[in-house]
Structure formats: structure tokens, C-alpha cells
T-cell receptor, first 113, second 109 residues
Framework: KAGVTQTPRYLIKTRGQQVTLSCSPISGHRSVSWYQQTPGQGLQFLFEYFSETQRNKGNFPGRFSGRQFSNSRSEMNVSTLELGDSALYLC????????????FGPGTRLTVL | KNEVEQSPQNLTAQEGEFITINCSYSVGISALHWLQQHPGGGIVSLFM???GKKKHGRLIATINIQEKHSSLHITASHPRDSAVYICAARETSGSRLTFGEGTQLTVNP
């Protein structure tokens, strides 16, 4: 069974631009969660989607948004990029969300110049 | 004070040593996760615990719900165990994970 895939793996943008990251969960998994990892803040929860609905959201500004499609694939969007948005963005999928094991993708490394 | 705290932050061991990494949390949880992250960023889920103890190969994870504390043990450590180990608490109030800062483990041959 294929693992969680994320595209693109690397991305360079400039301040003010917007970016869309994609995550394809493991087949059959209906929950996708997104996380941001930076050297200063560590891993932080962005949001979780289950069956196309956002179930939970972390403490991030409205510039960070996401969605989930009927095939469980998910995208996250960051608008008006800031230097501080440079990070590794990870998604993880699980069968049902909640207290179930999460399987992480390789991440998208975003650099904002 | 962080809601999830790990100790130590850095740990260096000799091959074969028994290793313990500790995690304390202050929130109510439905589960506690232990994750492993290698250089390059890939994260692997090692354990998900809600009570008691779990074992997988040389890895053992325990949790004490009353004391809000969990430990990850590695027996007979090996250089390939070198990685960052992260504990994460899944809060009972929702589905979000709150992460510890991670423990950088280096096992020397």
C-alpha cells in the first residue's frame, strides 16, 4: 500500500506570494492533518480534515487555510507569505481521525525569500 | 510552561546502552504518541498509548495516566537509533496533537 505523498517536496517563494501544498493520504484513510515544523517553534498543529470537513484548527492566522476533497486528498494554502512561514509542512493521514495512529508524509520544505 | 515537556533535550549514548526519554504533559489526553524523526524530516509513528505499556522490538513505551507521564525506552541501543524522538499528546477536547520539543539522540559505535 502506498504511503502518504506530498507535493511538491521543495518550494521557494517570495514574500507576498501565495502557495498551495498537496497531500494524498493512504488509500482508505479519511482523516488528514497538517503540521508546521520550524527550528524555533518545533511541530505545531495546523488543522485536521475528516470527510471533507475541518474538525479542528490550530492557532494560526487566517492566511493559512485548507480543504479536503471527496477522494480524501487535501490541500493547504498560505496567502501573503511572510519570511516566518519558511518551514517544513507535514501532513499525516489516519483511518478515522481522533485517537488513531497517524502516518506521516515526507513533508514539503517551503522557503520564503 | 509548555503543555508537553520532554527530557532530556539531547542525549548521547554508547552502542548497547539502555536509553530512557521522558515526556510529561499537563493536558487531558485521549492518547500519547511517540514519533521518530530522522535527518531529512521524515517522521515515523512508533507508538500510540492510552494506558499501560507497549513493546516493539527493542523499543518500549509506558504511560502513567495519573502522573501524566510517559517514557520511551530503547534497549541495546544502536547507531541507527540516532534520531529525534518526539512525544505528542492528543487532547481529549479535540483531535489536535500538541508536541514536545523533541529529544536528539546520538548513539556512538
Amino acid at each position: 500500500k502506498a504511503g502518504v505523498t506530498q507535493t511538491p517536496r521543495y518550494l521557494i517563494k517570495t514574500r507576498g506570494q501565495q502557495v498551495t501544498l498537496s497531500c494524498s493520504p493512504i488509500s482508505g484513510h479519511r482523516s488528514v492533518s497538517w503540521y508546521q515544523q520550524t527550528p524555533g517553534q518545533g511541530l505545531q498543529f495546523l488543522f485536521e480534515y475528516f470527510s471533507e470537513t475541518q474538525r479542528n484548527k490550530g492557532n494560526f492566522p487566517g492566511r493559512f487555510s485548507g480543504r479536503q476533497f471527496s477522494n480524501s486528498r487535501s490541500e493547504m494554502n498560505v496567502s501573503t507569505l511572510e519570511l516566518g512561514d519558511s518551514a517544513l509542512y507535514l501532513c499525516a493521514s489516519s483511518l478515522a481521525g481522533g485517537p488513531s495512529e497517524q502516518f506521516f508524509g515526507p513533508g514539503t520544505r517551503l522557503t520564503v525569500l | 510552561k509548555n503543555e508537553v515537556e520532554q527530557s532530556p533535550q539531547n542525549l548521547t549514548a554508547q552502542e548497547g546502552e539502555f536509553i530512557t526519554i521522558n515526556c510529561s504533559y499537563s493536558v487531558g489526553i485521549s492518547a500519547l504518541h511517540w514519533l521518530q524523526q530522522h535527518p531529512g524530516g521524515g517522521i515515523v509513528s512508533l507508538f500510540m498509548l492510552s494506558s499501560g505499556k507497549k513493546k516493539h522490538g527493542r523499543l518500549i513505551a509506558t504511560i502513567n495516566i495519573q502522573e501524566k507521564h510517559s517514557s520511551l525506552h530503547i534497549t541495546a541501543s544502536h547507531p541507527r537509533d540516532s534520531a529525534v524522538y518526539i512525544c505528542a499528546a492528543r487532547e481529549t477536547s479535540g483531535s489536535r496533537l500538541t508536541f514536545g520539543e523533541g529529544t536528539q539522540l546520538t548513539v556512538n559505535p
